[in-house]
């Protein structure tokens, strides 16, 4: 069972940065499914530890969901259920270092995107307004434009960090 999950996850990252980049939707028909086969692998590779691990997983991508909320909800549905499925067969150490990482290219992404458009400065500007204001109240963290917030797919991200996880981690990498 094992042996399966890397090829998975990696199936699962790839379809989901397309649907991202294609129709801006992570669908659910993807994920939610994916969900459950992360907590039956979980159970028939290792019982009632591996069940454990797969919920832990799927805690962890909740908790990420809380704290990308507080500091402006950067991440939406499809993005949280796509972390939650990989936790669900990866499990919470994998998903850690997917999230470390995917926060880095995400903002590589997100300073490349305000370049092209021309408002890195507003956009700067707007963060660090924000970070002097997180505990008073939401800090904005989208891209700013003359038109109004720019939005960027994050799941190409979340891909990106999956496999540089994956690779760090397995033999690959040797990790």
Not at 28 to 57: C, E, K, Q
Request: overall charge positive.
């Amino acid at each position: 069972m094992e042996v399966l999950k890397i090829p998975l996850t990696v199936l699962i990252v790839i379809a989901a940065a397309v649907t991202d980049l294609k129709w801006r939707k992570v669908p659910n028909w993807l994920t939610i499914p994916a969900l459950g086969v992360g907590l039956v692998m979980g159970v028939i590779s290792g019982g009632t530890t591996g069940l454990l691990m797969s919920l832990a997983g799927i805690a962890l991508a909740l908790g990420f969901w809380i704290v990308t909320c507080l500091v402006g909800g950067t991440l939406g549905g499809g993005d949280i259920k796509l972390l939650a499925a990989l936790g669900a067969i990866q499990g919470p150490r994998l998903l850690a270092y997917v999230f470390i990482i995917s926060v880095g290219v995400g903002g590589v992404i997100a300073v490349a995107t305000a370049l092209y458009h021309r408002t890195l400065r507003a956009s700067v500007q707007r963060l660090f307004r924000g970070l002097a204001t997180m505990f008073i109240s939401s800090m904005p963290t989208q891209i700013v434009s003359e038109t109004g917030t720019i939005r960027f797919p994050y799941t190409p991200a979340i891909a990106v960090g999956t496999v540089a996880a994956l690779f760090y981690l397995t033999n690959w990498g040797g990790g």
